[in-house]
């Protein structure tokens, strides 16, 4: 299991957290907001069937197993976090990089 690393404001906020000294700034309206936002975030309204190699659905399994959830539910977070510009792809990236 990978340790997280804390920047010093993240480190300041799970202090007071645990020392049950923080308190949250957000008003109703903000916490209603965020509220919806993560509903229809995680709402699953439409099925999709993807043909895949035995071989990746493997390898899906395998990683979803490591990470404690249901490999559907990876594929789900995975396309989410692409889609909404949250995954990167390194190759990608690495390749830009390359002085040419």
């Given at each position: 299991m990978t340790k997280t690393r804390l920047d010093s404001e993240e480190r300041e906020l799970l202090e007071a957290y645990d020392s049950g000294k923080f308190e949250s700034d957000l008003n109703a309206d903000r916490r209603e907001y965020?509220?919806?936002?993560?509903e229809e975030t995680f709402k699953k309204d439409k099925c999709i069937h993807v043909r895949i190699s035995n071989r990746d659905l493997e390898a899906l399994q395998r990683r979803a197993l490591e990470e404690g959830l249901p490999y559907q539910s990876l594929v789900s977070s995975?396309?989410?976090?692409?889609?909404?510009?949250?995954?990167?792809?390194?190759?990608?990236?690495?390749s830009a990089q390359r002085p040419r």
């Amino acid at each position: 299991m990978t340790k997280t690393r804390l920047d010093s404001e993240e480190r300041e906020l799970l202090e007071a957290y645990d020392s049950g000294k923080f308190e949250s700034d957000l008003n109703a309206d903000r916490r209603e907001y965020l509220a919806s936002a993560a509903e229809e975030t995680f709402k699953k309204d439409k099925c999709i069937h993807v043909r895949i190699s035995n071989r990746d659905l493997e390898a899906l399994q395998r990683r979803a197993l490591e990470e404690g959830l249901p490999y559907q539910s990876l594929v789900s977070s995975v396309l989410h976090k692409f889609v909404s510009g949250g995954l990167m792809d390194i190759s990608a990236f690495k390749s830009a990089q390359r002085p040419r």
